[in-house]
């Protein structure tokens, strides 16, 4: 069934919602609340940002590590020292993206922890230890299934109204959507709309800092998807075009560095497009459906 969606404000289409900080330490212990850590991995980039957030999550067991990010000795080393004298239960992580991955087996192995992540793995030479579904609890944690950004994106829930939004939600930039069937655009509107719907007082995403202004972010990022799909639409030519054509359309001073993203981004939008009869697909080529 789907949810309706919120309708976006205004000011949140002109970025409104984004939120920055200044780069934090690597490999640093940083309190967020009273049992919240983060941990900011040296991997920073035009994807990443400032590097990939790890978050340290106790609970009455202990504490779990959520996206342990590079398999970089230095930031496992942080990681391990940060958990200090608290038994580590578990190490989760909300999809299975190298930035987020590439450290869980080396940690898991070294604290003897088992690796979770949604029981579908979209990662072929990955699979959990532990299966997460939607609606789970595990370490006190709920964990919402969220795909869009990626098959196998899960957030998770604290009992107090903080979610760790993983890539699904970012304050400092929009989330890269591949195509089928690794993403898709309309799982992850419908995704932002599940979450909307949770009322968080936080959310504490995989890159960039926390996000107070929860719904105004939701809100922006919904409204930042809609105003690109009118932007295709409205520059979608009359005539078939490869992706390469439509992106040199769309973008002006591209990124040698970001153009694969920009292409992967254009065509989970046209996948979307195509499903709502706006746009045809011919092979490699695209073009505006003919009223």
């Not at 983060?38 to 202990?62: D, K």
């Not at 098959?151 to 089928?180: F, K, Q």
């Amino acid at each position: 069934m789907s949810v309706p969606l919120a309708e976006p404000a205004a000011k949140a289409a002109r970025n409104g919602w984004k939120v920055s900080e200044p780069p934090p330490p690597h490999d640093v212990p940083l309190p967020q609340s009273d049992t919240i850590r983060r941990v900011v991995a040296n991997n920073p980039g035009p994807m990443t940002g400032n590097g990939t957030n790890s978050w340290l999550v106790e609970h009455p067991g202990g504490c779990v590590m959520i996206d342990p990010g590079s398999n970089d000795p230095a930031h496992l080393d942080a990681l391990a020292a940060a958990a200090g004298s608290q038994p580590v239960t578990h190490i989760i992580l909300t999809h299975t993206h190298h930035d987020h991955l590439d450290g869980a087996r080396p940690l898991g192995a070294r604290l003897g922890v088992p690796v979770c992540g949604f029981h579908a793995s979209a990662e072929p030479e990955f699979t959990p230890d532990i299966g997460l579904r939607d609606g789970d609890r595990i370490a006190g944690l709920r964990v919402l299934y969220t795909p869009g950004h990626a098959s196998d994106h899960i957030c998770l829930e604290t009992p107090d109204g903080i979610i760790l939004t993983g890539d699904h939600v970012m304050g400092w930039s929009t989330t890269m959507i591949p195509p089928a069937p690794y993403g898709s655009v309309r799982q992850f509107l419908h995704s932002m709309a599940l979450l909307r719907e949770r009322h968080a007082r936080l959310l504490l995403p995989a890159h960039g800092p926390a996000i107070t202004r929860v719904e105004e972010c939701i809100d922006g990022l919904v409204a930042h998807r809609q105003a690109r799909e009118e932007s295709i639409l409205a520059l979608m030519p009359a005539s078939p075009r490869t992706l390469d054509e439509i992106v040199d359309g769309m973008y002006h001073n591209l990124r040698p560095g970001l153009r694969r993203a920009a292409l992967l981004n254009l065509q989970a939008h046209l996948e979307k497009l195509v499903e709502d009869a706006k746009v045809t697909r011919q092979g490699d080529l695209w073009m505006k459906t003919i009223p």
